[in-house]
C-alpha cells in the first residue's frame, strides 16, 4: 500500500483480486477498482509527477498511472516477478526487487530503468537510508541480508542469517543506525547494528510477518502478519519491548503506518463470513 497525503488516498495491490484499489480513507469511500493487473505486489504514489506505480509480480510489467484520470501512461518490463517497490522522492528513483536476483532502479520522470543491483537471489523487503547513502535488502533465499551502496548500485557486503529463516520485511531506524529484520522461521523480529550487522536484540513477533515499520519520532515499531495480531515494540536502543498485540483478523498481512495521519492501516482479506475491508487504527503518543 502506499498513501496520497494530500488528498488522503490510498493505493493498494490486491494481489488476489489481480487489481489496483484506490481508496478515500477520509470519507470511508472505494473509489476506483483497476482491473486486468497480473499478481500486483509493490505500489508507490509519486507526488511530483502525480502518478502510481504499480508492480507486476506474474508478467514482470511496471505500470504508470495518471492519478486523476487512472490511464495507464507507461509499461516498464522487467524480467519476472516484480515485487517490493520503494520511492526516493529526492532522487526521483523508484527501486522495484525482482526476478532471481535484482533491483531495478527506475527514473520517475523519465521513465526509464537506469541501473540494475545484482543479488544472490530474489529480494524481498528493503528500505534506503540517505545519510551513508546505502540499501539494505532481505534476500531470504540465501539467507541474507545484503547491503548495496546507492551511488555505484554494487554490493558491499552480505550478512548471513542463518539462525533465522523467511526474513522477508524491514524497517530502519535511520537516526540510530539499526534495521529491523522480521522473520517466519521462528517468528522473530531482530534489530541489528547497519554498520556492522551485529545483532543487538531480538523478540517474538507475530507468525507469518508480512510488514515491519518504525515511525522514528515516537520510537515505536509495528508489524502485522498472518497470525492475526499487530504486534507493537518500544524502541530504546538496543532494547526491543512489545508493548501491544491486537488481534486483527487472520490473513490480514499488509499493513501501512502513515505517521503524518498518526494512523495505522490494515487490509484484512475476506474470510469466513467477513469481508475484505481496510481497517484504520489510530497510533497513540508516547505518554
Known sequence: MDINLKERTVYIAALGNNSLEVIDIGNEKKLRSIAGLDEPQGVTYIPQQQEIFVANGGNGDCYFYDAHSFEKKVTIHLSSDADDVRYDSAQNRIYVGYGEGGIAVIDAIS?????????????????????????????????????????????????????????????????????????????????????????????????????????????????????????????????LKQIAKIYTRDGARTSLLV?????????????????????????????
Open 111 to 239: 521513465h526509464n530503468q537506469i541501473a540494475n543491483i545484482k543479488l544472490s537471489a530474489h529480494p524481498e523487503g528493503f528500505q534506503l537510508d540517505k545519510k551513508p547513502n546505502k540499501i539494505f535488502i532481505n534476500v531470504p533465499g540465501t539467507h541474507q541480508v545484503a547491503v548495496a551502496d546507492l551511488n555505484s548500485y554494487q554490493l558491499i557486503t552480505a550478512w548471513n542469517t542463518d539462525s533465522f529463516g523467511a526474513n522477508f520485511p524491514l524497517a530502519i531506524d535511520t537516526i540510530g543506525h539499526v534495521i529491523f529484520v522480521g522473520y517466519r522461521h521462528p517468528s522473530k523480529i531482530v534489530a541489528m547494528d547497519e554498520n556492522s550487522g551485529s545483532v543487538l536484540s531480538e523478540a517474538n513477533l507475530v507468525s507469518d510477518v508480512d510488514d515491519v515499520y518504525f515511525d522514528e519520532k515516537e520510537r515505536k515499531i509495528y508489524a502485522s502478519g498472518g497470525g492475526g495480531f499487530i504486534f507493537i515494540y518500544q524502541w530504546q536502543k538496543p532494547v
Open 259 to 287: 505517521p503524518a495521519l498518526k494512523s495505522f492501516i490494515l487490509a484484512a482479506r475476506a474470510n469466513n463470513n467477513n469481508n475484505a475491508e481496510l481497517q484504520v487504527y489510530t497510533t497513540r503518543s508516547m505518554d
